[in-house]
């Protein structure tokens, strides 16, 4: 177990003989623990409406300038079937926080999911109402997203206006919820947002541990121009040393996670592949992630999820999209995972392995 105060060592330290030793000891943990193969979950963005003004976010409520949509039921199966096609063991079910979405409507679609492709689902629709997530737990969800963002709650609320929410304590707290009630529970922090400091990542990265989290997604911080913090003076007027919004700085926070979270399932996020569009999505893998999840948004839906630019790496056909994953898995020697691939944390908690 690492102190707070190695891992704000680790996270400042530059020299790159010292960063080899680091990545190597996440990768071995990464293979001690949850083995060689990486996991694929499908990714559908299902709605683009939003009801929260997330200052960093592209489909801000306040974001006048993006085009909403909401895929119908019929489409959203449809997609499933062809992430289950392909060989895939989960799909993920990705929206803003959108009222309009039902609770009602959600219980049908992942019971029709769960019916038709037996796929595990995994559910990231925002802060809705337990009666809600309960209900749709027993209908069949098998694991729910909810980034609590920054472990500052200062920050939080500077980043999350307070109407419809903004308050971290709350988030927190439906993060307990979900693991009471069953759901293998996920969150995950934004690198290098505007104000983040050093102190701050070791404390999201301890709170990962306290809470005990199955799953765990870490991005780098990329400015948006239609929002509050993509304008780009911020950082100026912010007393803490700044935490820099690049791929390193998100790979050091990956490999310490894994450190310290031995058994979760980290994914190399989209955010960090966007950064670094030649070697984000390996340097993820090579640092302590051990899933992928590649986005099935249907276009034109999928240009209009637009939560930060570049995100629309470029569009393929879910066949190439597939080869050319499976070629870059071949290459770095990563065999794709078979199944659900549910986290072994979540396996443990809920004694579903028992230690040899
Ligand atoms: N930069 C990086 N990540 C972002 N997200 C939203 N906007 C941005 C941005 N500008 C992330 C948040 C959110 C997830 C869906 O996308 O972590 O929880």
Redesign the pocket.
Known sequence: MLTKEEIVYWLKEDNPDLLQALWQNADRVRQNHVDAVVHLRGIIEISNYCQRRCR???INATNKSVKRYRMSMDEILQVAQTIQGLGYGTVVLQAGEDFRITGDWVLELVKRIKNDTGLAVTLSLGERHPDELEAWHRAGADRYLL?F?TANPLLFKKIHPPKNGGIWKKRIDILRFLKEIGYETGS?I?VGLPGQSYEELADSILLFKKLDLDMIGN??????PGTPLGKGNQQRKNPVQQVPNDALMTCKVNALTRIVCPDVNIPSTT?LATVDRQQGCESGLRSGANVIMPDFTPLPYRQWYD??PGRMLSYQTPQKQHALLVRMLHKIGRPIGQGAGASLNFLRRTKRVFEA
């Not at 991005?219 to 948006?224: R, V, Y």
Request: include cysteine; glycine fraction near 18%.
């Open positions: 960093y976010c592209g980034k963002e995950g934004i991005g780098p911080f990329i400015p948006h955010a939560i930060y």
